[in-house]
């Protein structure tokens, strides 16, 4: 059985051209199974080599330069995209391109060992921290390439909770916030019964103008007083039965079996990490899957849960 043993800092880590589309409904900063699904895939290429793997992810963003344009102030904003080659008819290729951002991110993973002879010495931290430096120079986090690294730190998990709040200011930790969401859908649900959680997020998106005496009006959103909220994509609900490989056409791929699947949506909340004090193990971001819901639907879902 595997035990937490270290948290591993990958510090300011600078992403060019990430995918800033993360869902149907939302755009801006990455979806969080793009950071997750990069350090999956870390902990896969390095299980082999070792005892160790690597679980929950806590996201801090210290900048975020989203890839838009408007021509003026009181335009819509659009996505900068490049210009492709032409075809060689001379007509425009029929590419569709994702949104782009920019980022600087600090992450803080979850190290377990199966061992606990496992990483004592100071030679092997120093291996295993150089080597996770260098895959992760090689993985694609949320589409983007990784254009630096500041420095990488190794945290022993059970006194290391100020050490790394300290090591990640300034910056802004991304965290779920399902009791914001429950109290603005209740609000809504006085003025409308049949208002439902999606309405409560559209809701943290709108600004409402009233007027008030001549030439003043009143702005209000429902996240005064609430803190940073934004809507989140966190997984996929399965809308469709299982198809076994090679069963749907057009599919991405004929190896694997293939299921339709809609978007889970809910709320988030960037904090300061001087805020997270208490609770620095609740901002860990980790994978949940059920196979039984009550609707008998097949769910993919990211959330803090401890374990």
């Not at 996201?59 to 975020?64: G, L, P, S």
């Not at 809308?239 to 889970?264: D, M």
Request: with cysteine.
């Amino acid at each position: 059985m595997a035990s937490l043993r270290y948290y591993l800092l990958f510090d300011h880590v600078k992403i060019h051209n990430a995918n800033a589309i993360s869902s149907p409904l939302t755009y801006g900063f990455p979806a969080i199974s793009g950071f997750l699904g990069a350090i999956h895939a870390l902990s896969r290429k390095i299980e082999s080599e070792n005892p160790i793997y690597l679980d929950g992810v806590l996201i801090a963003c210290h900048e975020c330069d989203v890839q838009v344009y408007r021509p003026n102030n009181y335009a819509d904003y659009t996505f900068r995209l490049t210009r492709n080659p032409l075809a060689k008819n001379g007509s425009t290729r029929s590419i569709i391109e994702e949104g782009r951002v920019h980022l600087d991110v600090s992450l803080v993973v979850e190290v377990k060992v199966r061992s606990r002879s496992c990483l004592n010495k100071s030679e092997d931290k120093e291996e295993f921290i150089t080597q996770m430096k260098n895959k992760l120079y090689q993985q694609r986090i949320a589409g983007g390439y990784v254009e630096s690294i500041e420095s990488v730190e190794l945290f022993p998990a059970f006194k290391s909770h100020d050490d790394l709040i300290k090591a990640l200011l300034p910056a802004f930790v991304l965290v779920e916030a399902p009791q914001d969401l429950q109290d603005i859908t209740a609000e809504l649900q006085q003025q409308d019964p049949n208002a439902t959680a999606l309405d409560a997020l559209i809701e943290t998106a709108i600004l409402h103008h009233h007027p008030q005496e001549k030439d003043h009006w009143q702005t209000t959103s429902v996240k005064q007083g609430r803190g940073w909220l934004v809507p989140l994509h966190l997984g996929y609900q399965a809308i469709s039965p299982l198809f076994s490989a090679g069963k749907v056409e057009h599919a991405r791929s004929n190896e694997h079996a293939t299921q339709f699947v809609e978007c889970i949506y809910g709320l988030g909340k960037w904090v300061f990490p001087l805020r997270l004090k208490k609770s620095l193990s609740q901002a860990f971001w980790r994978y949940k899957c059920s196979e039984l819901q009550s609707n008998d639907a097949e769910i993919y879902i990211i959330n803090q849960e401890t374990n």
